[in-house]
């Protein structure tokens, strides 16, 4: 059988690095399939599109060809041929991927292309709608999160590191302006499936999450 793990949680849990430093223990590759919303956010901002529109950015999506290719420093998200990695993480682009990410047609897309790629490969997979439509029968389903406060905490300390001076409380405000948005919308919202161990982080350091999540793999899988 093929070793896939689905882990969701919302904006600033530690996500990507806790997937990818899971997924390295274990051998196995980490998809991060938000950056594939924020490939088409890109796409569709770069192209003009209306992103309120949402007929627009469903047909923009289809004629797009959004890939991911694995590196030794990880995951290189691809669209029409051209590595946009590097574009990806501006504040712009991240509101842009959590507002295409309500649409219907474009979630379609995403979810076909993700469930392709898992169904002949081991690998954790993050995301806000992987234990609910993505990978419904995973054998491992994990919810990160941690408080609003401490996630906003966390990211405004990555900001502040890159010499950006954002203040916290702007941070915070975004943040919840994301969560909302991810957790309100009509298809496939963020929560947590019954079947989801929830893991906050609020109390954890990142060594510590990682430990907690091989451990909670480690009891599923042997159980
Ligand atoms: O995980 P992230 O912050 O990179 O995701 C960016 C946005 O993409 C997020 O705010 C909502 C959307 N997204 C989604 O709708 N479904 C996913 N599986 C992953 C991300």
């Given at each position: 059988m093929i070793l896939n793990i689905a882990m969701d949680g919302p904006v600033g849990a530690g996500k990507s690095s806790i997937a990818k430093a899971v997924a390295d223990r274990l051998g196995i590759l980490h998809l991060d399939t938000g950056a594939m919303y924020r490939a088409v956010g890109l796409s569709a901002i770069r192209a003009g599109v209306d992103l309120q529109d949402e007929n627009a950015v469903t047909e923009h999506t289809k004629k797009i060809d959004v890939s991911v290719a694995h590196s030794a420093t990880g995951q290189r998200t691809i669209v029409d041929g051209e590595d946009v990695t590097d574009f990806i993480r501006t504040p712009e682009v991240s509101m842009a991927a959590s507002t295409v990410g309500k649409y219907l047609g474009v979630r379609r897309e995403m979810v076909a292309i993700q469930q392709k790629l898992a169904a002949t490969t081991?690998?954790?997979?993050?995301?806000?709608?992987?234990?609910?439509?993505?990978?419904?029968?995973?054998?491992?389903?994990?919810?990160?999160?941690?408080?609003?406060?401490?996630?906003?905490?966390?990211?405004w300390l990555q900001m502040v590191e890159k010499g950006d001076t954002t203040p916290y409380e702007d941070v915070l405000r975004d943040l919840r302006a994301r969560d909302a948005q991810d957790m309100n919308r009509e298809v496939d919202p963020l929560r947590p499936t019954e079947d989801a161990k929830i893991v906050d982080t609020t109390n954890m350091n990142f060594e510590q999450t990682v430990e907690y999540i091989l451990k909670i793999v480690e009891e599923t899988i042997h159980e």
């Open positions: 081991p690998m954790l997979v993050d995301g806000r709608d992987i234990c609910v439509r993505v990978l419904p029968n995973a054998p491992v389903k994990i919810f990160l999160t941690a408080s609003a406060e401490e996630r906003a905490r966390r990211r």
